[in-house]
């Protein structure tokens, strides 16, 4: 499988997951770079094969998120063209209307 093909089938397993009702952790949103290394070491922590833990501690959601409905679109890990979050600790696709609470502008 080609790592186009890999990347589809990948998300499609995360949408579904979250179509199934994926519980995730969106609060408390990090407000201090503290707070969100403290996320990022959580996640450093996992298996890198351990998708599930990865949504559910980094809060994806697959719709836009707060007040200001922000989405993966708009967050600086964000690849347009790859539909990828380059956040080395998730590294995963991702739609472009998605939300986690590692969003950074």
């Given amino acids: 499988m080609s790592a186009n093909g890999k990347d589809e089938a990948l998300l499609k397993t995360i949408s579904d997951m979250m ?33 599930k833990s990865k949504l559910v501690i980094s809060g994806f959601v697959n719709h836009p998120y707060g007040p200001d409905q922000q989405r993966c679109l708009e967050c600086m890990y964000y690849l347009v063209h790859r539909k990828w979050c380059d956040l080395p600790e998730l590294s995963v696709p991702v739609e472009p209307d998605w939300w986690c609470r590692l969003w950074r502008i």
């Fill in 19 to 51: 179509a199934a009702g994926l519980e995730t952790k969106t609060e408390p949103f990090p407000e201090t770079e503290k707070e969100f290394g403290a996320i990022l070491a959580e996640l450093r922590q996992l298996e890198p094969e351990d998708l």
